[in-house]
């Protein structure tokens, strides 16, 4: 006995030896590719030197004589600190990613050739002017410096994933900056799939009962439609079954309700204590580690501009310079058609036009897979655009037999200069250059605040769609693309883009909410993406005369819901203090404790109360029980309380009341009922999952920011390394936004919000104000790839200032570039 104890000793402390060495050698190996930030490089395909100064968070400020040799400087920079999420962007846009995932990316791979979006952005470098072509390659030679640095000097791979993936790098290509703006933009569309849950929802619905559930934005609009009008004669499913896969942390493909959203909001200086311009931005995108948004400075030969940027582009997105600043919000435009082509029944390869049928355009496409034979896609196009899978977007359920549905979409264009009109932007010296630099702006349609020295400005920009007065839905459900009047005639004059410039009121924001009220077709959208955050933004810049950065912040930070301080009051009208005495551990007492507590709480989202909970459950289960009846397995893809449906039902708006009867059952239920068994049901599931003592309940706990990983963070004990999570107060309609998954078992997870925020003070500018959700770092042993994090949760910010003495002052490393004459 005494022997096997011996050896199995023995055995274990060898076994543990091997394991400790084996861990020594991937924290070395993962360590080689740590930035040294003090260092000397000598490098190709610059004119002068670059200095590239970080500050204590690790930002980068960049100097050099030549605007060429900044942007070189931005993409070596990007590359040290974000590389493997750059290539991870380029490889998504270009449809390959199967070739590092398998067969479980193939899917997204095959939606991404039909799209071509790589395509398309090699084809718009053509549409560039020669700054901008300068600039793009300037800007991958800065990238491709690096990756020459890390082979040559053996920095481990140049990112810890190379160790686990394939260390095949490409050299960085001016059209690779393109293509990630095709990327932001699929990431923030949202209105195809909008169009398909709308004609699902219209084969199941009466017009005004559909009214009531996606009902347009407050303001004069049409009524619901009839899909199966449209489709006369076509066998069109009901109750169809879901035909999209779920979805993998890797797509770039929004969920329904998870298209963008953002916050921003501007002073002038009649408004402003400093008596200079204001402007707070805070834009709203999935949740990732590390985040989308990179901090950067740089020091042009048109003066200083400093924010957020993406690595993958050499532009600054959302920030300031010494004379403009400007923020982005997504705009809602309505920039999406599903078109429903008709096939030849002699010949499925022809699609009907209104001049008859003609051929598909096509071509293969060969996608490499992992532990897989490759395959060739045939892609299809029509004059409307590229031909969509059934299995994506649950277009199978709306998509008659002998049909196929196309895409319309400003995006899809060979001619995109949006990113010359983001290099043209931060060189603007005025509101009115801004504009005039956004004329070239094609796609993701924004709303851009913007404040210079003396006023305030807001433009919605991109391109608009031109439709025909006589198109049978105006965009909002899928159409006939064989009828003349269902396609587009160009796009909108920018001109006739919403614009507001310097209001007497001496205020301007956007927090995704209606702007402007046309008819159609001079209209920018139906639905937008809120109708709430508005409403109290609002109601905090009438609160003041004047304002301050401070109460910029304030109001960036807000967590109170007007959502929730209008809708309690209806749903729990005849549930407050009513009915008797209960013991201890009923579900009635439970019931009465939660109203007391609701009765009295402020509509605050604090992650350290459990009313935020309560109400959160008790809306997500009110909602599930109102429609669930009459939707089937369609109820699934409403995730998200829709506020304007459940405010039309509690006040009986139309006759909506008749939703909280109850189809399969003889009694007829009334909204009182219905608002009690939801109660019921919330507690009964929150008591499960939290225990029984609602005070002990914290809406944190349920509200975490989900930053994790898009590829590790799902991999055991690697997980717990690379992914953030962190406890967050707000919620879906607080300024402070932290939009909830909306499925699963956790679906009060935070999984969307500000990744970034920037409060500027034109009166001080050098008292700006920015943050992000993670760090700038992307690797997991590097000290800057929480830091900023820890921040953004507190709600503070950094100072980051245009001064190059206060920089340099500040610097705690300092990488210099020189010319190697090559």
Same mark, same amino acid.
């Given at each position: 006995?005494?022997?096997?104890?011996? &050896?199995?000793?023995?055995?274990?402390?060898?076994?543990?030896?091997?394991? /400790?060495?084996?861990?020594?050698?991937?924290?070395?190996?993962?360590?080689?590719?740590?930035?040294?930030?003090?260092?000397?490089?000598?490098?190709?395909?610059?004119?002068?030197?670059?200095?590239?100064?970080?500050?204590?968070?690790?930002?980068?400020?960049?100097?050099?004589?030549?605007?060429?040799?900044?942007?070189?400087?931005?993409?070596?920079?990007?590359?040290?600190?974000?590389?493997?999420?750059?290539?991870?962007?380029?490889?998504?846009?270009?449809?390959?990613?199967?070739?590092?995932?398998?067969?479980?990316?193939?899917?997204?791979?095959?939606? *991404?050739?039909?799209?071509?979006?790589?395509?398309?952005?090699?084809?718009?470098?053509? $549409?560039?002017?020669?700054?901008?072509?300068?600039?793009?390659? #300037?800007?991958?030679? /800065?990238?491709?410096?690096?990756?020459?640095?890390?082979?040559?000097?053996?920095?481990?791979?140049?990112?810890?994933?190379?160790?686990?993936?394939?260390?095949?790098?490409?050299?960085?290509?001016? $059209?690779?900056? *393109?293509?990630?703006?095709?990327?932001?933009?699929?990431?923030?569309?949202?209105?195809?799939?909008?169009?398909?849950?709308?004609?699902?929802?219209?084969?199941?619905?009466?017009?005004?009962?559909?009214?009531?559930?996606?009902?347009?934005?407050?303001?004069?609009?049409?009524?619901?439609?009839?899909?199966?009008?449209?489709?006369?004669?076509?066998?069109?499913?009901?109750?169809?079954?879901?035909?999209?896969?779920?979805?993998?942390?890797?797509?770039?493909?929004?969920?329904?309700?998870?298209?963008?959203?953002?916050?921003?909001?501007?002073?002038?200086?009649?408004?402003?204590?400093?008596?200079?311009?204001?402007?707070?931005?805070?834009?709203?995108?999935?949740?990732?580690?590390?985040?989308?948004?990179?901090?950067?400075?740089?020091?042009?030969?048109?003066?200083?501009?400093?924010?957020?940027?993406?690595?993958?582009?050499?532009?600054?997105?959302?920030?300031?310079?010494?004379?403009?600043?400007?923020?982005?919000?997504?705009?809602?435009?309505?920039?999406?058609?599903?078109?429903?082509?008709?096939?030849?029944?002699?010949?499925?390869?022809?699609?009907?036009?209104?001049?008859?049928?003609?051929?598909?355009?096509?071509?293969?496409?060969?996608?490499?897979?992992?532990?897989?034979?490759?395959?060739?896609?045939?892609? @299809? &196009?029509?004059?409307?655009?590229?031909?969509?899978?059934?299995?994506?977007?649950?277009?199978?359920?709306?998509?008659?037999?002998?049909?196929?549905?196309?895409?319309?979409?400003?995006?899809?264009?060979?001619?995109?200069?949006?990113?010359? #009109?983001?290099? @043209?932007?931060?060189?603007?010296?005025?509101?009115?250059?801004?504009? #005039?630099?956004?004329?070239?702006?094609?796609?993701?349609?924004?709303?851009?605040?913007?404040?210079?020295?003396?006023?305030?400005?807001?433009?919605?920009?991109?391109?608009?769609? @031109?439709?025909?007065?006589?198109?049978?839905?105006?965009?909002?459900?899928?159409?006939?693309?064989?009828?003349?009047?269902?396609? &587009?005639?160009?796009?909108?004059?920018?001109?006739?883009?919403?614009?507001?410039?310097?209001?007497?009121?001496?205020?301007?924001?956007?927090?995704?909410?209606?702007?402007?009220?046309?008819?159609?077709?001079?209209?920018?959208?139906?639905?937008?993406?809120?109708?709430?955050?508005?409403?109290?933004?609002?109601?905090?810049?009438?609160?003041?005369?004047?304002?301050?950065?401070?109460?910029?912040?304030?109001?960036?930070?807000?967590?109170?819901?007007?959502?929730?301080?209008?809708?309690?009051?209806?749903?729990?009208?005849?549930?407050?203090?009513?009915?008797?005495?209960?013991?201890?551990?009923?579900?009635?007492?439970?019931?009465?404790?939660?109203?007391?507590?609701?009765?009295?709480?402020?509509?605050?989202?604090?992650?350290?109360?459990?009313?935020?909970?309560?109400?959160?459950? &008790?809306?997500?289960?009110?909602?599930?029980?109102?429609? @669930?009846?009459?939707?089937?397995?369609?109820?699934?893809?409403?995730?998200?309380?829709?506020?304007?449906?459940?405010?039309?039902?509690?006040?009986?708006?139309?006759?909506?009341?008749?939703?909280?009867?109850?189809?399969?059952?003889?009694?007829?239920?009334?909204?009182?009922?219905?608002?009690?068994?939801?109660?019921?049901?919330?507690?009964?599931?929150?008591?499960?999952?939290?225990?029984?003592?609602?005070?002990?309940?914290?809406?944190?706990?349920?509200?975490?920011?989900?930053?994790?990983?898009?590829?590790?963070?799902?991999?055991?004990?690697?997980?717990?390394?690379?992914?953030?999570?962190?406890?967050?107060?707000?919620?879906?309609?607080?300024?402070?936004?932290?939009?909830?998954?909306?499925?699963?078992?956790?679906?009060?997870?935070?999984?969307?919000?500000?990744?970034?925020?920037?409060?500027?003070?034109?009166?001080?500018?050098?008292?700006?104000?920015?943050?992000?959700?993670?760090?700038?770092?992307?690797?997991?042993?590097?000290?800057?790839?929480?830091?900023?994090?820890?921040?953004?949760?507190?709600?503070?910010?950094?100072?980051?200032?245009?001064?190059?003495?206060?920089?340099?002052?500040?610097?705690?490393?300092?990488?210099?570039?020189?010319?190697? /004459?090559?």
């Amino acid at each position: 006995m005494g022997l096997v104890f011996k &050896w199995s000793l023995r055995l274990f402390m060898l076994l543990s030896a091997l394991a /400790g060495l084996a861990l020594m050698a991937v924290y070395y190996l993962a360590s080689r590719s740590l930035v040294d930030y003090n260092a000397d490089y000598t490098v190709p395909a610059i004119s002068g030197q670059v200095e590239i100064i970080r500050n204590n968070s690790g930002v980068p400020h960049i100097f050099a004589d030549a605007d060429e040799d900044v942007y070189f400087g931005l993409g070596f920079a990007h590359a040290q600190d974000r590389l493997w999420q750059m290539t991870m962007l380029r490889r998504t846009a270009q449809g390959r990613l199967s070739e590092l995932f398998g067969e479980r990316t193939l899917n997204i791979d095959k939606l *991404i050739r039909r799209l071509d979006l790589y395509g398309l952005a090699q084809r718009s470098l053509s $549409a560039q002017d020669a700054d901008t072509i300068a600039a793009l390659e #300037a800007y991958s030679a /800065g990238v491709n410096a690096w990756l020459r640095t890390v082979n040559q000097d053996a920095l481990g791979r140049g990112a810890p994933e190379f160790f686990v993936f394939s260390p095949q790098i490409a050299p960085w290509q001016p $059209a690779d900056s *393109i293509a990630v703006i095709k990327i932001m933009g699929l990431q923030l569309s949202g209105h195809l799939e909008e169009e398909v849950i709308r004609a699902r929802a219209s084969l199941l619905l009466p017009t005004e009962r559909l009214r009531d559930l996606l009902p347009d934005t407050p303001g004069p609009g049409i009524a619901a439609l009839d899909y199966a009008g449209l489709m006369q004669g076509l066998d069109l499913p009901r109750y169809a079954a879901n035909t999209s896969a779920p979805k993998d942390p890797l797509s770039p493909f929004p969920e329904h309700g998870l298209a963008g959203a953002s916050n921003a909001f501007a002073a002038a200086p009649e408004r402003s204590a400093a008596g200079g311009t204001l402007l707070a931005n805070d834009p709203h995108l999935g949740l990732s580690a590390p985040s989308i948004w990179y901090l950067a400075r740089l020091d042009l030969s048109s003066g200083g501009v400093i924010g957020g940027t993406i690595p993958g582009m050499p532009v600054v997105l959302t920030g300031r310079s010494d004379k403009v600043g400007w923020g982005l919000t997504t705009a809602y435009v309505d920039d999406q058609d599903v078109l429903i082509e008709k096939l030849n029944p002699d010949n499925p390869e022809e699609y009907l036009t209104p001049d008859g049928y003609k051929p598909f355009k096509t071509a293969q496409s060969i996608i490499e897979i992992k532990d897989a034979q490759s395959q060739t896609l045939t892609l @299809r &196009w029509t004059d409307n655009g590229p031909i969509l899978p059934d299995t994506h977007y649950n277009l199978g359920t709306i998509t008659p037999l002998g049909h196929e549905a196309a895409l319309s979409w400003t995006l899809l264009t060979d001619k995109d200069t949006s990113i010359q #009109a983001a290099l @043209r932007l931060m060189r603007a010296s005025s509101a009115e250059e801004v504009i #005039a630099a956004a004329a070239e702006y094609i796609a993701p349609a924004q709303n851009l605040t913007i404040v210079d020295q003396n006023g305030i400005a807001l433009k919605t920009i991109g391109h608009i769609p @031109r439709r025909n007065p006589a198109h049978q839905s105006q965009g909002r459900i899928p159409s006939p693309g064989w009828l003349a009047q269902n396609r &587009w005639l160009g796009v909108m004059p920018y001109a006739s883009n919403p614009e507001f410039q310097r209001p007497a009121g001496g205020i301007l924001g956007n927090t995704n909410n209606k702007v402007i009220e046309r008819p159609f077709p001079d209209h920018v959208s139906y639905t937008y993406g809120d109708t709430q955050r508005v409403q109290r933004w609002r109601r905090l810049m009438l609160n003041r005369q004047v304002h301050t950065r401070d109460s910029f912040v304030e109001a960036q930070l807000d967590t109170v819901s007007f959502t929730a301080r209008s809708l309690l009051p209806l749903i729990a009208a005849d549930l407050w203090f009513t009915g008797e005495a209960a013991p201890e551990g009923t579900p009635e007492r439970q019931r009465q404790r939660a109203l007391e507590l609701m009765a009295q709480w402020n509509g605050e989202m604090s992650e350290h109360l459990p009313e935020p909970l309560i109400y959160a459950a &008790w809306l997500r289960a009110l909602q599930s029980r109102l429609i @669930r009846d009459e939707l089937g397995p369609l109820e699934t893809e409403f995730t998200h309380v829709e506020p304007l449906f459940i405010e039309r039902v509690f006040r009986n708006a139309d006759n909506a009341a008749v939703w909280c009867d109850v189809l399969q059952s003889a009694p007829v239920e009334t909204c009182t009922d219905i608002s009690r068994q939801a109660l019921d049901d919330a507690l009964v599931w929150l008591s499960e999952k939290y225990g029984t003592a609602i005070e002990s309940w914290r809406w944190g706990d349920a509200h975490e920011a989900t930053h994790d990983h898009q590829v590790l963070g799902s991999v055991p004990l690697l997980s717990v390394f690379v992914n953030i999570r962190q406890s967050t107060s707000g919620g879906d309609n607080t300024l402070l936004r932290g939009r909830t998954s909306g499925k699963g078992p956790e679906p009060f997870q935070n999984v969307h919000a500000a990744g970034y925020r920037g409060v500027y003070d034109f009166g001080d500018p050098d008292s700006s104000l920015f943050v992000m959700s993670t760090g700038q770092s992307g690797h997991p042993l590097s000290r800057h790839y929480d830091d900023l994090g820890v921040l953004w949760r507190r709600g503070e910010y950094i100072p980051m200032s245009l001064d190059p003495e206060l920089a340099r002052a500040g610097a705690v490393g300092t990488i210099t570039l020189v010319p190697s /004459g090559e």
